[in-house]
C-alpha cells in the first residue's frame, strides 16, 4: 500500500474548546515521508511541531502537543479523522494556540477529507505491526490499554464512571471503515460536576451545549445547578432530575463510549505510523492513550526497521522457479527460495538455510555458519529481482552490483534458520543505477545489514 495525502487543501473554524477564540485552521497536502505536522501561523516565524507522542506535554483535558515554547492543543480531534481514513501526510496550518472544537466529534473532518479526496505518493505506507502482547497500565485509575496482534486495525473500549447516568459502556471499531459512520460523529462530553472546576482552571471557556454532550449525574442544590447552567450557558432545569442537558438525541446509546474510541485513535496517530493491531481499552483517558503512544514510539526507535511478517502457509508472490527464469544464478549459488511480498519501493525474499548447503563442509566442519559474504549475496539477488520488476521485459536484464558499503553482521546464521530479506531503494533508479538497503532477519532479530548500488544491464 502507497502512503496517501490530500489532493487538495480544506478549511475549517470555529471556537477553541479552552481558550474560546476563534480559530481557523487550513489542512494542507504533503509530500512522501513527511507525516503529521502542525504550524502556528500566528507566530513570528510560523512554527511547525510534529504530532508525535513524545512531544505530548499534556493530556488533562486534551492532548496538547509542544516544541520549545510552541504548543498546540485539542489535536486528537483532527488526528483521528486522518489517522482511520488513512492520510499519512499532512501540514496543519492554525491561527490559535489550539485546533477548533467543533461539534465536539470528528464528523466534520471526515465530511471534508471525503469530500477534496485523497492522492497515493510514490511511497510505501510504513506499517508498525505488533507481533506481541504490549500493555500499558495505570494503578491508580484501573484504566488500562492492551495491544494484541491483528491483521488489521481494531479497537474495542470499556468505559465505567460509577454514575446513575452513564455507567459501564462498550464501544468497538472492527475495521476503519466504519469509523466515519459509527465513530466520527460522537461528541465529547462532560459532567455538570466538573464545569465548575475546569473554568476554575482556565480550561473549556469555549465549550457549550453545541460542541459537547453534559451530563447531571450527582445532586447539587437548585442554586449551584443554575449558577453552573449559567456558567455553562445552558438553560435551567430541576435539581432532582438527573440525565442529558442537551435538548438534542444522542447518535447512539454507547455514544461517550464510541467517543473515547475515537479520542484512542486520535492519540495512537501519535505514534506516526499506521498500526496494524488491535487496541483492548479500559476507563481510557487522554492521559494513558498518550503513554502508550509512547511505548509503541519507543518500540519503533528500538527496533527501527521490523522484521517481515513471514507465513508460510500464505502462497508466496514468486517460486523458486519463477526467481530461475529472472536470475541467471543456478546451484550452488542461487541463494533466494521464494519472494513474499513487493512494493514499489522494496521487496521481502526468503532463504531456507540447510544443513546440506555446499559451503558448510568447508565453513566450519565442526560448526557450520553461512558465510556474511554469501548473506550479502542473497540480499543483492532479492534486490536484483527488485530492480528487474522496474524494466519491460525483464528477461532481457541482468543486475550487477558496483558497491557495498556500511556492512554490519550482528548475529551467525546456522542450519535450521531461516533468512528473511528486506531490500528497499534508498535512492530512485537513474540511468540504470540505484542505491539500495539490505537487511536480513532471522526471526525478529536483524542479524545482517548493509547498502549497495545496484546497476541495470541489458545482456547482449
Same mark, same amino acid.
Given at each position: ?149 491483528? =491483521? ?15 455507567? *459501564? ?56 445547578? =443554575? ?91 514468486? =517460486? ?24 514499489? *519501493? ?45 524494466? =519491460? ?68
Amino acid at each position: 500500500m502507497n502512503q496517501l495525502t490530500l489532493k487538495e487543501s480544506f478549511k475549517v473554524e470555529g471556537k477553541g474548546l479552552h481558550t474560546g477564540v476563534h480559530v481557523q485552521a487550513e489542512i494542507c497536502p504533503a509530500p512522501a515521508n513527511h507525516g503529521y505536522k502542525i504550524q502556528r501561523t500566528d507566530l513570528p516565524g510560523e512554527p511547525i511541531i510534529d504530532a508525535v507522542a513524545e512531544n505530548v506535554v499534556e493530556s488533562n483535558r486534551g492532548t496538547v502537543v509542544a516544541q520549545g515554547d510552541v504548543s498546540v492543543s485539542t489535536i486528537e480531534h483532527c488526528m483521528a479523522a486522518l489517522y482511520a481514513l488513512g492520510v499519512d501526510n499532512v501540514l496543519i496550518k492554525v491561527d490559535a494556540p489550539e485546533i477548533p472544537i467543533l461539534d465536539g466529534s470528528s464528523r466534520i473532518y471526515v465530511e471534508e477529507i471525503t469530500r477534496v479526496g485523497l492522492e497515493e505518493q510514490d511511497a510505501d505506507k510504513d506499517f508498525y505491526v505488533v507481533k506481541h502482547k504490549m500493555e500499558i497500565v495505570d494503578e491508580k485509575t484501573g484504566s488500562k490499554i492492551m495491544v494484541l496482534p491483528d =491483521d488489521e486495525f481494531s479497537v474495542e473500549v470499556k468505559v465505567n464512571f460509577n454514575s446513575p447516568v452513564l455507567q *459501564n459502556q462498550f464501544a468497538s471499531m472492527e475495521h476503519v471503515s466504519e469509523f466515519a459512520e459509527k465513530i466520527a460523529p460522537s461528541r465529547t462530553f462532560v459532567f455538570v460536576r466538573e464545569i465548575e472546576p475546569l473554568l476554575n482552571a482556565n480550561l473549556i471557556k469555549g465549550g457549550d451545549l453545541d460542541n459537547a454532550i453534559v451530563i447531571y449525574d450527582s445532586p447539587l442544590s437548585q442554586e449551584q445547578l =443554575d449558577h453552573i447552567a449559567d456558567l455553562a450557558g445552558a438553560p435551567h432545569r430541576k435539581a432532582s432530575k438527573f440525565g442529558y442537558i442537551n435538548d438534542f438525541e444522542l447518535y447512539s446509546v454507547n455514544e461517550p463510549a464510541r467517543h473515547k474510541l475515537l479520542d484512542v485513535i486520535g492519540d495512537t496517530a501519535l505514534i506516526g505510523r499506521p498500526l496494524k493491531g488491535k487496541i483492548i481499552a479500559t476507563k481510557p483517558g487522554h492521559t494513558i492513550n498518550c503513554k502508550f503512544a509512547k511505548l509503541i514510539r519507543r518500540e519503533i526507535k528500538r527496533q527501527n526497521v521490523q522484521a517481515p511478517v513471514y507465513n508460510p502457509n500464505v502462497p508466496p508472490l514468486m =517460486d523458486n522457479m519463477q526467481i530461475r527464469e529472472l536470475l541467471p544464478h543456478r546451484y550452488p549459488f542461487l541463494l533466494v527460495d521464494k519472494i513474499i511480498d513487493k512494493g514499489a *519501493n522494496y521487496i521481502v525474499g526468503v532463504k531456507n538455510i540447510t544443513a546440506n548447503e555446499p559451503f558448510f563442509q568447508g565453513h566450519f566442519p565442526q560448526e557450520p555458519v553461512l558465510p556474511g559474504v554469501l548473506q550479502i549475496e542473497a540480499m543483492a539477488q532479492t534486490g536484483g529481482l527488485l530492480v528487474l520488476s522496474m524494466v =519491460d521485459d525483464p528477461k532481457k536484464y541482468s543486475t550487477y552490483f558496483m558497491k557495498i558499503d556500511n556492512v554490519k553482521f550482528r548475529q551467525k546464521v546456522v542450519p535450521g534458520d531461516t533468512l528473511i530479506f528486506h531490500v528497499s531503494f534508498m535512492t530512485e533508479l537513474r540511468r540504470g543505477c540505484a542505491m539500495m538497503k539490505g537487511l536480513a532477519f532471522v526471526g525478529e532479530k536483524l542479524v545482517t545489514e548493509c547498502e549497495f548500488m545496484a546497476q541495470i544491464v541489458k545482456n547482449k
